[in-house]
């Protein structure tokens, strides 16, 4: 079984930072895009910032270019968001999103973290 395992949320004043990283563990074959998307209540999910494994090209939604950044460790099958300037309306559940293919499947499928909540006080 494969697993996403999110960390570093919680609650921080307009202005500061917080570093959110996922790790994907389990019987992986390999990773392509990583990537971390956030929902706030009442509204639907949406991509935030994602990363390919080759290359490392990135991908941000307009709203945190410039504050946020995305990385990742292949070797460590991670992926980090380094969030800075935080926005109340930053607030959400923030999920990591791995694109990837197990052992036990033929074809790559999206998996997900259970999401951590990252609130920013104004």
């Known amino acids: 079984q494969v697993q996403l395992v999110e960390s570093g949320g919680g609650l921080v004043q307009a202005g500061g930072s917080l570093r959110l990283s996922c790790t994907a563990s389990?019987?992986?074959?390999?990773?392509?895009?990583m990537g971390w998307y956030r929902q706030a209540p009442g509204k639907e999910r949406e991509s935030v910032a994602t990363i390919t494994s080759v290359g490392a090209n990135t991908n941000y939604a307009d709203s945190v270019k410039g504050r946020f950044t995305i990385s990742r460790d292949n070797a460590k099958k991670s992926v980090y968001l380094q969030m800075n300037s935080l926005l109340p309306e930053d607030t959400a559940v923030y999920y990591c999103?791995?694109?990837?293919?197990?052992?036990?499947?033929?074809?790559?499928?999206?998996?997900w973290g259970q999401g951590t909540q990252v609130t920013v006080s104004s």
């Open positions: 389990g019987s992986i074959h390999s990773i392509s895009v």
């Open positions: 999103n791995a694109f990837l293919k197990s052992y036990d499947d033929s074809y790559y499928r999206n998996y």
